[in-house]
């Protein structure tokens, strides 16, 4: 299990509408909006490659995003011992 | 499109893979360049405005390169700087942000000059 | 209770979003309550970081850093903010230091040379081999037939062992260290005119000054940190001078009020000339000189007025038309220095790397004799230093080939007496005769010398005239302990010991301002790399001295040794036992008592060691001299040993940038430091270029007597016409080949920093 937090930038209108897209995707939580536009979200993924599809997803197919921000990927090597917990 | 700097920062020495999606240009890639042209000696030519700012602030006055609050461009890049960064050699003056309606160093520090309020 | 594994994962990374958009200190606690997770418990585990203190492993400086550790790995570096020297400020190669732990070239297990080539071997296999090689080589040739070649990177314990192993028991006085290549020529200038080695001063004195004169130092490069001191300090102060002599505009002339822009290996007239201009402008302090300085031509004593006389040839003009710049300048420099009150001197490599080194030395000592500014605050003949225990372990600690630990000499029998004492051996076994210097020891190596043993340093790339010596350290038995591997030197050693790194072993570095600091212990060694004390303790177990190495278990152990070397010297050590040590940021000798708070000038009032009744009255009493009274030289304006000619019209000089350091064993393992400048080059000027058609980027082969290298050409304003610049830190490019090997008479210290070459577009 990959864990990530990434900065979701919309369009500030569009912010809220966004934000409930986002909570009915699988693995995906919302951490509120922050300075008007950013919703900061958290992303649960089985692999490298689905967390990259998800970022992907969100980007491209959700009107009024204008970009999606990586601020932080839990590494390979820690997937081991996450599922141990 | 709106332009936006992308900011990747990282807080806990746990293994960290960098991940590049995004659909705006200015990814946290640095655009491939001659990378056996030191960072400065490039700058100074192509983004002259930022390297006189640089140059003339108290980092460029002491040489404190790119590099460190950017990373090394190939292997690692920040296109911004992060509070961490700042701690490990002002040690002296780290803040309590909880204690002040700020929230990072450069909510203060601003542009390559890295000036107070800009002044 | 801990966090789990995931919801720790889950807290570092929303942590990181409310950081990025800045919204949240490091912690945000709204994000992370809504998420569940306990903030204070995420603080704690995601510092579950124990921060060691230590001392940056790099320049002399000096500065305080910490070594955060997190589940025995190395996690960060932090300025350390209760340190004074540099308050928390890091310069940009410290600032990477953790990634040096674990860079990939670290050598992890001991290696030995089979059939031609290097591979892995035990440490028993490993140490039997040397231990039985050298005690043949002892035994066949005689113990001269090794030496031992230190560093000033290696601590103070680890000298003080190899020290004793080699002169007290191996019998010979075959022991130097790189301090020869860098500081020799400081120490020789130091003791002939003070009697005593190192400053007198400290670095307090930077925030008293009012004029700074620069002498062949690129501070800005070379000693960030202390040149940040400068900048605030004029910041501060827009009043304070900051003169510079130099061949090269450095980034140090950002703050330069006056340059004098010399040619390389000339500026000794520059400097006569200044005393003379002191003297005639009526800036000199009469009582002092009356008080506390003698006059000597080198040989026999003189009195003022032949020195007068002597200075009479050194008019501005004369050392103008010498040096290349203009007398106005001179006399610019020289009426600053007579009229602001308190002066610091400060030089480096750029004086102490000439064939004139300790006469260059001499003469910068005399302004501040002539004008009493010396002994008080902000003012002090200040010489700089480019390894971290150069001061410490080698000049202090007696490893060099005629030194014996605590400032003492092989020549004097009674210091070969207290030493042989302590090391709990016969007196003879010390050799009064001093052993082979650094140049001399490696010319022999091969031929007299059959076995060295090379401690953390790199000497296949860092000699001059490199080619020269290469083949002996092929020839000889070569055993060389170092963290790194490969290194231009360990691919030429028969044996290859892993040694433990900066942060995995505890030790004192003592740095340029006659301070000592504690290193803790803050990681295990990698691999099975051991600490260099142990190595050579263990070494010196296996060669049959058992007896005098066995009570070494622990650095304590040898400092406590030590210390017992300096009592009652000028360097007393007594009042910094490591209980202290561990609670201060250092401790500048002389510190006679454990509540002796350590002195900041010597030779004068609150240095422990100032004989009041002696001094009578006399604000200095120099008591390392029979009369207590410093030396003025008159000495002759001597020129670089290889001269510019028609066939070679370019002088050559090398020296270092900021982000790399020396052989770039470590710094270049950091792709950061190596982005600021990945290839090796050189710095030619625009009016050079000019007459070449160079541009930057185009290829020039440099020529000197010694062979050739061809780099990159970086055409900028920064060498004075008809000298270039050569950084010497790129292994793939070694720039000694180039340099010259003729040294100092005095000191043996190389002049690497002037040959004359010449260039050919490729």
Redesign the interface.
Known sequence: MIIASMIVKTETEKVNDIVLKLQKLPNVTTHGVHKENNIIVLVEAESDDKLKEIGRYISSEFEGVYGTYPTFVSGDEEIGLDTAV | MKKFYLITLFLVAIGIVSLGFTNNQSDEKHPDVDWSIGCQDCHAEETPDIYKAWENSSHGMVNFGCYICHGDGEVTFYSQGSDATCGGCHAGQLVEFEKTKFNSCYDCHNGHTLKFHNE | MSL???DF??A???????????????FN???LA??GIDKEQFIQD?RGVKWHKSVCRLCGVGCGV?LGV?DG?P???????ENTIN??????KG?YLNKMISAKNRLLYPMIRKNGKLTRATWDEALDLVATKFSEIRDTHGSDALAFYGSGQAETEETYVANKLFKGHIGTNNVEGNPRLCMASAVGGYISTFGADEPVGTYDDIEKCDMFLLIGSNT??AH?VL??RL?KRKKRNPNVKVVIIDPRKT?TN??ADLHLQVIPGYDLAIVNAIAKLLIDNGHTDEQFIKDSVNFSDGKNPITYDDYKKFLKKYTPEYAAEQCGVSPEDIKKAAKLFGEVPRVMTMWCMGVNQRVAGVFLNNLIHNLHLLTGKIGKDGCDSFSLTGQPNACGGVREGGGLSHLLPGHRVVANAQHRKEIAELWNVSPDKIQPKPGKHTVAMFDALGKDIKGMYVLCTNPAQSLPNLSKYLKGMEDAFLVVAESFHPTETTQLADVILPAAFWGEKEGVYGCTERRSQHMAQALQPMGEARWDGFILADLAKRMGYKENFEHFTSAEAIWSEYIKSTKGKDMDLTGAPYSRLKEVRGLRWPVPSVDHPGTTHRFTKGDPYFPEDKAAGRRMYFYTKPDGRAVIYARPDKGPEEKTSKEYPIALTTGRI??QWHTMTMTGQV?????????PYVEINPDDAKDLGLSTRDKVRMVTKRGSLIVEAKVIDRPRKGTIFVPWHWPESLTNILTIDAVDPGSKEPEYKVAACRLEKV
């Open positions: 789990s594994r995931r994962l889950r570092s990374a929303l942590a990181a979003a409310a950081t990025t958009l800045g919204i949240g200190s490091v606690n709204k994000v809504k998420a995601s910490m997190k790995k996690f960060g570096i932090r300025g350390d903010k308050e928390g400020l890091l310069c940009v600032f800005a490069e960030p040149y940040d900048v980034p950002k703050i900021l982000e792709p950061e430091l190596v982005r600021a400048a990945p290839e």
